[in-house]
Nanobody, 114 residues
Framework: QVQLVESGGGLVQPGGSLRISCVASGTMFRFSSLGWYRQAPGKERELVASITSGGSTYYPDSVKGRFTISRANAIYTIYLRMNSLKPEDTGVYYC????????WGQGTQVTVSS
């Protein structure tokens, strides 16, 4: 059973940067396409970045150019570097596969506010 543990969230001012991490136990990590999701208050969870096993990435227009996803297979970890943060980036951030078929972790809260 895969376990996901997200960390690194916090309070940041608009225009600031943050890097969040996710450690995923389980042997299928290096073969899986992985993603970061965001759930803003009162909204559905949405995919904000994904990365294939080969390193190809996808970003929706709302974060393109500001967010960067990366992975370190040897330590079962994926990262999300977020620059030029905006208040609308506020939410709980989760990692999962790009089809969200693993059990969800607890997420990490990111708050962008002055």
């Amino acid at each position: 059973q895969v376990q996901l543990v997200e960390s690194g969230g916090g309070l940041v001012q608009p225009g600031g940067s943050l890097r969040i991490s996710c450690v995923a136990s389980g042997t299928m990590f290096r073969f899986s396409s992985l993603g970061w999701y965001r759930q803003a208050p009162g909204k559905e969870r949405e995919l904000v970045a994904s990365i294939t096993s080969g390193g190809s990435t996808y970003y929706p227009d709302s974060v393109k150019g500001r967010f960067t996803i990366s992975r370190a297979n040897a330590i079962y970890t994926i990262y999300l570097r977020m620059n030029s943060l905006k208040p609308e980036d506020t939410g709980v951030y989760y990692c999962n596969t790009d089809t969200a078929n693993w059990p969800w972790g607890q997420g990490t809260q990111v708050t962008v506010s002055s």
